[in-house]
């Protein structure tokens, strides 16, 4: 039974180091720069902080829409 898929993703999950940081902590607004909108009614968090302008400019467009 060495090819067994259920043992294979168990063995998978129990090797945490080879598993991406961005994977482990899904939902998380660690490393991201935060960009309140709607005067502190939104707020969006982005992994680039040279990106804030340009996330500002594309919220307005799509909130007139």
Known sequence: ???DI????MNLANHRM???????????????Y??????????????DKSMEAETRYRYELRKRL
């Open 34 to 47: 935060p960009v309140i909108l709607d005067g502190g009614k939104t707020v969006i968090f982005i992994a």
């Open 18 to 32: 080879s598993i991406p940081n961005a994977k482990l902590l899904t939902g998380s607004v660690t490393d991201k």
């Open 1 to 3: 039974m060495k090819n």
């Open 6 to 9: 259920l043992s294979n993703r």
